[in-house]
């Protein structure tokens, strides 16, 4: 059974600081993995997408590396602002899927200060 | 501007009574899937469909029903026989069931139920 692992559960850095966050899932065989941002009371939006040929995806200030041999992958937040508070989740389509299910794991609070 | 609009925002019911949330997207997408969100747990699929008239359970199925009667519209019943309703509802698109097409996700729907 696929699961997916956040680790931390929450993360507070100073403005500016570059920051990892952490994604870990138990079986390789998946398609793609999926990086989503929700705000507060709000619906999940899509940052990026990795699919399992591929190493990583950079959009902007993040970049999310995938190696799905050690079933891992990374956020990585450049220069850190106020506005990138949220939660951070993660998603794997498993390899045993045909269609849109995703496991997604519990999240990553992000809180930066100013 | 596209997206996928849920109403309401917050939803209050008594124990007993079915509630149907609304989801509609005007992206032209044909797959359409319903979440559910609890703290400190990822997202669980309920139902999800591939095409009108088609849908399938997903992991939480049990005490909710669907219909896709049209492609835009993807509404989600909440019976009386959930035994644990109150949670955050989000549903989702992506173009197609396509393993690489990403969801985009609405604002969700807060349902309390006392």
């Known amino acids: 059974k696929q699961e997916v692992t956040q680790i931390p559960a929450a993360l507070s850095v100073p403005e500016g600081e570059n920051l990892v966050l952490n994604c870990s899932f138990t079986?390789?065989?998946?398609?793609?993995l999926q990086w989503f941002r929700q705000d507060p009371g709000k619906g999940l939006t899509s940052l990026l997408l990795?699919?399992?040929?591929?190493r990583e995806q950079t959009s902007g200030r993040l970049n999310a590396s995938l190696d799905k041999s050690s079933g891992r992958s990374t956020l990585y937040i450049a220069a850190s602002q106020p506005g990138d508070s949220a939660t951070y989740l993660c998603?794997?389509?498993?390899?045993?899927?045909?269609?849109?299910?995703?496991?997604f794991g519990q999240g990553t609070t992000l809180q930066v200060k100013p | 501007d596209g997206g996928i609009t849920q109403s309401p925002k917050y939803l209050f019911r008594k124990e007993g009574q079915n509630v149907t949330l609304s989801c509609e997207q005007n992206?032209?997408?044909?797959?359409m899937y319903w979440y559910r969100q609890d703290p400190g747990q990822g997202l669980r699929l309920i139902y999800y469909?591939?095409?009108?008239?088609?849908?399938q359970k997903g992991d939480i199925a049990e005490g909710y029903s669907v219909s896709r009667e049209k492609k835009e519209s993807f509404p989600l019943t909440v019976t009386s026989a959930q035994k644990n309703p109150t949670a955050f509802y989000l549903c989702?698109?992506?173009?197609?069931?396509?393993?690489?097409?990403?969801?985009?996700f609405g604002n969700g729907t807060r349902l309390t139920v006392t």
């Open positions: 989702a698109s992506s173009v197609d069931r396509a393993i690489n097409s990403p969801l985009h």
């Open positions: 079986d390789s065989a998946i398609y793609n």
């Open positions: 990795i699919q399992s040929s591929q």
């Open positions: 998603a794997v389509r498993h390899g045993s899927s045909n269609t849109g299910k995703l496991i």
């Open positions: 992206l032209n997408h044909d797959a």
């Open positions: 469909s591939q095409i009108v008239n088609d849908f």
